[in-house]
């Protein structure tokens, strides 16, 4: 049986329909999809036992892999709420990070534990999103998992208490 000659014609432009369609769902300039970031590690100030309480700033040592991250959020509480995506810059150093509620954390000053949990995300491509009925590729975005660390405050302007030794040792009378 012998096919009339427009049939190749349609057969290819199926193909190109078809890679098309697909090449839409892949990142621009990249050929492949993104891994998505993942934490591997995170610290408050490079794995630093305590901090004065008084200290402008903590720096969030971590480490990403996959997809570079555009934004992220650091918060007190593993849920997050209330906690704004921000743009990423590293290093990340924030203010704002003591909150004097956490357990005692060191023998001989006043002080308390401060655990910060911090997520990251990255765009990995495009997606279509249908707004009034309209098609528009916008950023896909997906979110890292989500670390916590531990640093001791010390509170700032505390000298040690007189009735204990160094951590670690006992007081004899």
Not at 84 to 111: M, N, Q
């Amino acid at each position: 049986m012998r096919m009339p000659p427009s049939t190749p014609v349609v057969v290819r432009l199926l193909v190109v329909t078809a890679l098309v369609s697909f090449t839409s769902a892949i990142a621009p300039g990249q050929g492949v999809k993104q891994q998505p970031p993942v934490l591997t590690a995170f610290s408050i100030n490079a794995g630093a036992d305590s901090v004065s309480s008084a200290a402008d700033a903590v720096v969030l040592t971590h480490t990403v892999v996959g997809a570079r991250p555009m934004e992220f959020r650091v918060s007190h509480r593993a849920d997050f709420a209330g906690a704004r995506w921000v743009p990423y810059a590293a290093p990340l150093t924030i203010r704002d990070w003591y909150e004097g509620s956490g357990a005692s954390c060191h023998a001989s000053h006043s002080s308390h534990r401060v655990t910060l949990y911090l997520q990251v995300r990255a765009s990995v491509g495009e997606e279509v999103r249908i707004v009034d009925g309209q098609r528009h590729l916008v950023p896909a975005t997906v979110e890292s998992n989500v670390l916590g660390a531990n640093i001791c405050a010390v509170v700032a302007g505390q000298a040690p208490r007189p009735d204990e030794g160094p951590v670690g040792h006992a007081v004899v009378p």
